[in-house]
Nanobody, 127 residues
Framework: VQLVESGGGSVQPGGSLRLSCAAS????????IAWFRQAPGKEREGVSC????????YYSDAVWGRFTTSGHLSRDTVFLQMNSLWPNDTAVYYC?????????????????????WGQGTLVTVSS
Protein backbone atom coordinates (compact mmCIF):
# COMPACT_ATOMS: atom_id res chain seq x y z
CA VAL A 1 0.00 0.00 0.00
CA GLN A 2 1.44 3.32 -1.02
CA LEU A 3 0.23 6.90 -1.16
CA VAL A 4 2.22 9.56 -3.00
CA GLU A 5 1.43 13.28 -2.77
CA SER A 6 2.40 15.88 -5.32
CA GLY A 7 1.60 19.47 -6.20
CA GLY A 8 3.03 21.39 -3.29
CA GLY A 9 5.00 24.58 -3.75
CA SER A 10 5.11 28.27 -2.99
CA VAL A 11 2.27 30.66 -3.62
CA GLN A 12 1.39 34.22 -2.69
CA PRO A 13 -1.47 34.99 -0.30
CA GLY A 14 -4.80 34.66 -2.04
CA GLY A 15 -3.40 32.16 -4.52
CA SER A 16 -4.31 28.56 -5.29
CA LEU A 17 -2.67 25.16 -5.45
CA ARG A 18 -3.92 21.67 -6.22
CA LEU A 19 -2.46 18.69 -4.44
CA SER A 20 -2.75 15.12 -5.72
CA CYS A 21 -2.62 11.85 -3.81
CA ALA A 22 -2.03 8.74 -5.91
CA ALA A 23 -2.83 5.38 -4.33
CA SER A 24 -1.36 2.04 -5.32
CA UNK A 25 -1.45 -1.43 -3.85
CA UNK A 26 -4.79 -0.89 -2.15
CA UNK A 27 -8.39 -1.42 -3.20
CA UNK A 28 -9.19 2.24 -3.52
CA UNK A 29 -12.89 1.66 -3.02
CA UNK A 30 -12.30 0.34 0.49
CA UNK A 31 -10.42 3.37 1.72
CA UNK A 32 -11.40 6.81 2.88
CA ILE A 33 -8.64 9.25 1.97
CA ALA A 34 -7.96 12.14 4.31
CA TRP A 35 -5.76 15.19 4.06
CA PHE A 36 -3.83 16.32 7.12
CA ARG A 37 -1.35 19.13 7.52
CA GLN A 38 1.37 19.96 9.97
CA ALA A 39 2.74 23.45 10.41
CA PRO A 40 6.11 24.05 12.07
CA GLY A 41 5.84 23.58 15.79
CA LYS A 42 2.22 22.44 15.64
CA GLU A 43 0.39 19.15 15.81
CA ARG A 44 -0.86 17.43 12.70
CA GLU A 45 -4.44 18.47 11.99
CA GLY A 46 -7.15 17.01 9.78
CA VAL A 47 -8.18 19.14 6.81
CA SER A 48 -10.57 17.13 4.66
CA CYS A 49 -11.58 13.63 3.61
CA UNK A 50 -13.13 11.83 0.66
CA UNK A 51 -14.92 8.52 0.54
CA UNK A 52 -14.84 6.78 -2.79
CA UNK A 53 -17.95 4.67 -2.35
CA UNK A 54 -20.36 7.52 -1.83
CA UNK A 55 -18.21 10.53 -2.78
CA UNK A 56 -18.88 11.95 0.66
CA UNK A 57 -16.58 14.78 1.74
CA TYR A 58 -15.94 16.66 4.96
CA TYR A 59 -13.86 19.73 5.78
CA SER A 60 -12.43 21.27 8.89
CA ASP A 61 -13.67 24.70 9.88
CA ALA A 62 -10.26 26.15 9.05
CA VAL A 63 -10.58 25.33 5.34
CA TRP A 64 -14.34 25.07 4.75
CA GLY A 65 -15.36 27.11 1.73
CA ARG A 66 -11.79 27.45 0.48
CA PHE A 67 -10.63 23.87 -0.06
CA THR A 68 -12.31 21.17 -2.14
CA THR A 69 -11.44 17.49 -2.21
CA SER A 70 -12.42 15.15 -5.02
CA GLY A 71 -11.46 11.85 -6.55
CA HIS A 72 -10.37 10.64 -9.97
CA LEU A 73 -11.69 7.16 -9.45
CA SER A 74 -10.35 5.45 -12.54
CA ARG A 75 -6.83 6.47 -11.63
CA ASP A 76 -7.12 5.99 -7.86
CA THR A 77 -6.20 9.60 -7.23
CA VAL A 78 -7.62 12.12 -4.80
CA PHE A 79 -7.17 15.87 -5.16
CA LEU A 80 -7.16 18.78 -2.78
CA GLN A 81 -7.93 22.06 -4.49
CA MET A 82 -6.83 24.89 -2.23
CA ASN A 83 -8.05 28.42 -2.95
CA SER A 84 -7.66 31.70 -1.10
CA LEU A 85 -4.52 30.48 0.58
CA TRP A 86 -3.09 32.48 3.48
CA PRO A 87 0.18 32.32 5.37
CA ASN A 88 -1.38 30.24 8.15
CA ASP A 89 -2.05 27.52 5.56
CA THR A 90 1.70 27.00 5.32
CA ALA A 91 2.40 23.40 6.29
CA VAL A 92 3.45 19.99 5.11
CA TYR A 93 0.34 18.36 3.69
CA TYR A 94 -0.16 14.61 3.95
CA CYS A 95 -2.70 12.29 2.47
CA UNK A 96 -3.60 9.23 4.46
CA UNK A 97 -5.87 6.23 4.09
CA UNK A 98 -8.30 4.61 6.48
CA UNK A 99 -10.05 1.38 5.49
CA UNK A 100 -13.76 1.16 6.09
CA UNK A 101 -13.96 4.38 8.11
CA UNK A 102 -16.58 7.02 7.45
CA UNK A 103 -15.47 10.38 6.15
CA UNK A 104 -16.40 12.84 8.85
CA UNK A 105 -15.27 14.81 11.87
CA UNK A 106 -14.17 11.73 13.81
CA UNK A 107 -11.72 10.73 11.11
CA UNK A 108 -10.18 14.18 11.05
CA UNK A 109 -10.04 14.51 14.82
CA UNK A 110 -7.03 12.23 15.24
CA UNK A 111 -4.32 10.48 13.30
CA UNK A 112 -5.16 7.22 15.08
CA UNK A 113 -7.68 6.14 12.47
CA UNK A 114 -5.32 6.45 9.52
CA UNK A 115 -3.33 3.37 8.57
CA UNK A 116 -1.38 4.50 5.52
CA TRP A 117 0.45 7.82 5.06
CA GLY A 118 2.14 9.54 2.18
CA GLN A 119 5.49 11.25 2.51
CA GLY A 120 4.02 14.76 2.56
CA THR A 121 4.34 17.77 0.30
CA LEU A 122 5.27 21.27 1.45
CA VAL A 123 2.95 24.20 0.84
CA THR A 124 4.35 27.66 1.53
CA VAL A 125 2.17 30.76 1.40
CA SER A 126 4.19 33.93 1.55
CA SER A 127 4.47 37.29 -0.10
Amino acid sequence: VQLVESGGGSVQPGGSLRLSCAASGVPFADYTIAWFRQAPGKEREGVSCFNRRDANTYYSDAVWGRFTTSGHLSRDTVFLQMNSLWPNDTAVYYCAGAPRVLCGPLLLSSTRYLEVWGQGTLVTVSS
